[in-house]
């Protein structure tokens, strides 16, 4: 199971990576083409498609690597085992959120399946399912965080970008 996790988020990154270079690629192409006078509504349509997979996947490999900005002005100076306590409610609050986002998700996605773009016949539907898929996978991330909390309960150092 942990080979077809880490094979999962390596997949994950190398599609955000590539999915990332074509959205540059498109938008920079459309503004060259406007230049010439030329339009081709497409690419904007496909760039705004990349731009909300490549966003929710890059936030769940941001949330899985612990490179959010997290703010812990108050916390840091609290005991130890106070700070995971309170790290472990901030990701149970956090797992709400993200179960709520599936749920209303998958509601819209189903809700859009009828709506396509203006200029491409993709459903609009397969960029709402992104922001579900990324948060499914953020919903594992944060279960190993969780885990990996109550795992460490007693050892002395913090969990990092808990709070």
Same mark, same amino acid.
């Given at each position: 199971?942990?080979?077809?996790?880490?094979?999962?988020?390596?997949?994950?990154?190398?599609?955000?990576?590539?999915?990332?270079?074509?959205?540059?690629?498109?938008?920079?192409?459309? *503004?060259?083409? $406007?230049?010439?006078?030329?339009?081709?509504? &497409?690419?904007?349509?496909? *760039?705004?498609?990349?731009?909300? &997979?490549? !966003?929710?996947?890059?936030?769940?490999? *941001? &949330?899985?690597?612990?490179?959010?900005?997290?703010?812990?002005?108050?916390? $840091?100076?609290?005991?130890?085992?106070?700070?995971?306590? @309170?790290?472990?409610?901030?990701?149970?609050?956090?797992?709400? !959120?993200?179960?709520?986002?599936?749920?209303?998700?998958?509601?819209? !996605?189903?809700?859009? $399946?009828? $709506?396509?773009?203006?200029?491409?016949?993709?459903?609009?539907?397969?960029?709402?399912?992104?922001?579900?898929?990324?948060?499914?996978?953020?919903?594992?991330?944060?279960?190993?965080?969780?885990?990996?909390?109550? @795992?460490?309960?007693?050892?002395?150092?913090?969990?990092?970008? *808990?709070?």
């Amino acid at each position: 199971m942990r080979k077809i996790y880490h094979a999962f988020c390596r997949a994950e990154v190398i599609i955000c990576g590539i999915g990332f270079m074509f959205l540059i690629f498109f938008v920079f192409m459309s *503004a060259i083409l $406007r230049f010439f006078r030329l339009s081709m509504s &497409w690419n904007i349509d496909l *760039a705004l498609f990349l731009l909300a &997979w490549t !966003a929710f996947l890059g936030a769940d490999i *941001a &949330w899985r690597s612990g490179q959010l900005v997290g703010v812990d002005l108050v916390t $840091r100076r609290f005991p130890v085992k106070v700070q995971k306590v @309170i790290s472990i409610a901030i990701y149970l609050i956090i797992m709400v !959120a993200l179960v709520l986002i599936v749920v209303f998700g998958i509601s819209l !996605a189903v809700v859009e $399946r009828v $709506r396509t773009y203006q200029s491409i016949p993709i459903p609009y539907s397969l960029m709402t399912i992104s922001l579900v898929v990324a948060a499914l996978s953020m919903i594992h991330s944060t279960i190993l965080k969780i885990k990996r909390c109550v @795992i460490n309960f007693n050892r002395k150092e913090t969990e990092g970008g *808990a709070a």
